[in-house]
């Protein structure tokens, strides 16, 4: 059964500093993608990056990049910079080719302090 | 403007009344889903459809039901609703072509207290 793990319920980090923030996946499938969403206090859901399972370079996005180590099925974002308007809940997602199911992690609350 | 929109963002009900929140989407996507959304839980997939009257079960679909009439809408029906329904609900679409890039628009969310 597919499933994503996002180890950290929250975290603190000062502003302008990076941060990375943690996911883990687990998939039989060799054809799957990955997301990272981010939800802001008002509540709706907004689209960061992807990463598919076949790409050999790490998606990047301006200040959001995946660190994405396939063997040890992660698939970290990092936040370069950070600004307070980063403040936010994130979740990790992954969609299977063989699967129409996707799947979310448990989220990870980010906190940056001015 | 391309886009899903949910109705109500905000519902307050009590038990065993029966209820409905619509979920509308004008990008013409095949794939449209349900998700609720609990604190520590994450988001949970409740259904999803791949395209009109075609509908899968996701993984919390106990208690809930849904239809695909037409392309472009995707209700959630609550045919007896319980206080652990309460929760934050989003409906999403995308393209649907299987694609695993395919990046979903979710809605903005509907806002659930059952008494």
């Known amino acids: 059964a597919q499933k994503i793990t996002q180890t950290q319920p929250g975290m603190f980090v000062q502003e302008k500093e990076a941060v990375t923030l943690d996911c883990t996946y687990d998939?039989?499938?060799?054809?799957?993608?990955l997301f990272w969403y981010k939800q802001p206090s008002s509540g709706e859901m907004i689209f960061l990056i992807y990463q598919g399972s076949y790409d050999e370079q790490n998606a990047t996005e301006g200040r959001y990049s995946l660190n994405f180590q396939k063997a040890r099925k992660s698939a970290n974002l990092v936040i370069s910079a950070s600004q307070l308007g980063d403040s936010a809940m994130y979740f990790c997602?992954?969609?299977?080719?063989?699967?129409?199911?996707?799947?979310f992690g448990k989220g990870t609350r980010l906190h940056i302090l001015p | 403007e391309a886009q899903v929109t949910q109705n109500p963002r905000y519902l307050i009900t009590v038990t065993g009344k029966k209820l409905t929140v619509t979920c509308s989407q004008n990008?013409?996507?095949?794939?449209m889903s349900w998700y609720r959304q609990d604190p520590g839980l994450g988001l949970r997939q409740i259904y999803y459809?791949?395209?009109?009257?075609?509908?899968d079960k996701g993984d919390v679909p106990e208690g809930y039901k849904v239809s695909r009439k037409e392309k472009r809408n995707f209700p959630l029906i609550l045919e007896s609703p319980s206080p652990n329904q309460t929760s934050l609900y989003f409906c999403?679409?995308?393209?649907?072509?299987?694609?695993?890039?395919?990046?979903?628009?979710f809605g903005p969310g509907t806002r659930l207290l059952v008494l």
């Open positions: 999403a679409s995308s393209e649907g072509s299987r694609e695993v890039k395919e990046t979903q628009y």
């Open positions: 459809s791949m395209n009109v009257e075609v509908t």
């Open positions: 998939t039989s499938d060799q054809s799957y993608g």
């Open positions: 990008m013409n996507h095949e794939y």
């Open positions: 997602a992954m969609s299977v080719n063989r699967d129409d199911k996707i799947i």
